[in-house]
């Protein structure tokens, strides 16, 4: 069975500052990953996601991650926070051979200036 | 891209009476479609997967005959919660599989039952 976990349920950062997210997982087959935000009452909007291929993928608004077969993580990260960043991230994975995503918990994220 | 709809964004109902939500992938055909349901300040909980021309799958724990979903066309999911109670109340969110293995989020739906 999958499994997701994202450490630390809210994350503050000060408007400039490095942003990381952490996600581990648990997945039997190769997975995929992928990070999605989420603005308050809004559905969820994919950031990025890593399916085969090169380990670092970059996505929208100038976050990227990194799959670390090893550790079993694909933590997110954007070098200069926006205040517009603030908004709830969520990780999740799919085994190669099935459709549902499983996610985690979310990580709150706050930018403070 | 890929474009979700859902209708309606809010709605507000009496206890007791059944809830249409609509899931439209707007700009691809999308033979499977999924339904989520998210409390405040949690997670999304798959409620079931929708497949185009057949019956949907459901999670453990969710009651397919209070959470009728019906996927009539390659665009079009509906889930339908029957006979509505007040611990009903959530966030529903649909996605549809588009391409390149990933789902797109519709913007959600949210229930008050009163």
């Known amino acids: 069975a999958q499994s997701v976990t994202q450490l630390g349920s809210h994350v503050s950062v000060s408007e400039g500052a490095l942003v990381l997210l952490r996600c581990n997982y648990s997945s039997s087959v190769p997975p995929y990953l992928f990070w999605y935000v989420q603005y308050p009452n809004q559905g969820l909007q994919l950031l990025l996601k890593?399916?085969?291929?090169?380990?670092l993928v970059k996505g929208i608004n100038g976050f990227e991650a990194e799959f670390k077969k090893s550790e079993t993580s694909f933590h997110l990260t954007k070098p200069s926070a926006h205040m517009s960043d603030a908004a709830e991230y969520f990780c999740a994975v799919r085994d190669s051979g099935y459709s549902t995503l499983t996610f985690g918990k979310g990580t709150m994220l706050l930018v403070s200036p | 891209g890929a474009v979700v709809s859902q209708h309606p964004s809010w709605v507000i109902c009496k206890s007791g009476t059944s809830v249409k939500i609509e899931c439209r992938s707007l700009?691809?055909?999308?033979?499977?479609m999924f339904w989520y349901r998210q409390f405040p300040k949690q997670s999304l909980m798959l409620m079931a997967t929708s497949n185009e021309g057949s019956k949907a799958t459901y999670e453990q724990g969710v009651e397919k005959d209070k959470f009728l979903i019906n996927h009539a066309s390659l665009t079009l999911s509906t889930l339908t919660v029957t006979s509505a109670h007040p611990e009903d109340s959530s966030f529903y969110i649909c996605s549809a599989n588009g391409g390149q293995e990933t789902q797109y989020f519709g913007p959600g739906t949210r229930l008050l039952v009163l």
């Open positions: 700009d691809f055909q999308a033979t499977t």
């Open positions: 890593y399916t085969t291929g090169a380990t």
